[in-house]
């Protein structure tokens, strides 16, 4: 009876780590937009569910497109009914620029 407790508690515990980890699983993500350097020229996340999606798919892209880069500051705007993200990066030539992403797909959902 003790062994069946033990066994039940574990299955128990390890259901419990799956079922939080589905949440925040990532989705086929592509990107459309521009090369984000303005607002009009946004980087929009596709697939996206939520923000923890979301944020992971500005990091790939920003770890893809500028590799070696720091990452300075992060903002968040609202402008005609979309949200922003600003991401000021450093690359490693020194150079400072300033990311766009259009957030709107994802933003507030959690």
């Known amino acids: 009876m003790k062994n ?5 508690s ?22 459309s937009g521009g090369d984000g350097t303005s607002v009009k020229t946004a980087i929009i996340i596709n697939g996206a569910k939520n923000e923890w999606d979301g944020v992971k798919a500005e990091n790939k892209w920003l770890s893809v497109k500028l590799p070696g880069y720091e990452k ?12 922003y993200d600003r991401i000021e990066v450093k690359l490693p030539n020194g150079i400072k620029r300033d990311v766009y992403f ?3 797909g ?4 959690l």
């Open 72 to 83: 300075i500051s992060q903002s968040l705007f609202h402008k005609s009914n979309h949200a």
């Open 4 to 8: 069946l407790l033990l066994v039940f």
């Open 106 to 109: 994802f933003y507030g959902k």
């Open 102 to 104: 259009d957030i709107t």
């Open 10 to 31: 574990f299955l128990f515990v390890i259901n419990i780590a799956f079922a939080g980890s589905a949440q925040h699983q990532t989705t086929a993500i592509s990107y």
